[in-house]
């Protein structure tokens, strides 16, 4: 899907796909924003409110931004959607002056991978969407023991996320698919949540 595109070739593809598909304003450029880190370390988004501005930077382990010809890893991929979706979402919300929580930003990032890897391009058929839900949300490995904060948060937006997919299936017209997930993209937490579940 993401053809020969890497390094900050798919960064850009990646917030242009997810700006387009949700019909979003013109936002500033995600590579201005990316602070290389070293392959131990996994993508993270910093935060910092100043007085009369907010601070953010996107930290990519340097093998996410290399642009050697290679196979691509699927976690590569992976963590640049997260990054991008992260950095997109919070920028979305602070143009349009409404607030966000860590949840959300965990959230918007797994319905995200979904929708760019099985919508927002040449939509999938059935079984290849179930494979993807599969691989998204059944066969993970969490980082964070479920008894911390990091562990509750990020098990709760992959159950949520995987619920609120489901509804999505090939056979639906894509306008409405897409005006749903537009719905969602704009919800607060607490709808969000709602929707999901109601799913």
Request: net charge negative; aromatic share 8%.
């Amino acid at each position: 899907m993401f053809g020969g595109l890497r390094g900050p070739a798919l960064l850009v593809w990646l917030q242009q796909r997810i700006a387009s598909y949700y019909a979003l304003d013109e936002l500033p450029d995600v590579r201005d924003f990316v602070r290389p880190v070293d392959d131990a370390q996994r993508e993270a988004l910093l935060v910092r409110q100043g007085e009369d501005a907010i601070e953010i930077a996107l930290l990519l382990p340097e093998r996410v931004l290399a642009e050697a010809e290679r196979a691509v890893d699927p976690d590569v991929v992976l963590q640049a959607v997260e990054g991008v979706s992260h950095f997109v979402f919070l920028a979305e919300r602070v143009r349009t002056g409404l607030p966000t929580t860590r949840l959300e930003l965990e959230l918007q990032a797994e319905v995200d991978k979904f929708v760019l890897l099985a919508l927002a391009g040449d939509p999938t058929g059935h079984a290849e969407r179930l494979e993807l839900r599969r691989s998204l949300f059944e066969s993970v490995r969490f980082l964070h023991d479920e008894s911390t904060e990091e562990g509750v948060r990020y098990r709760l937006a992959n159950e949520l996320a995987a619920r609120y997919v489901r509804r999505f299936h090939p056979e639906a017209p894509h306008g409405e698919v897409r005006a749903e997930l537009c719905r969602f993209y704009r919800a607060g937490q607490s709808d969000k949540i709602r929707m999901a579940r109601a799913a």
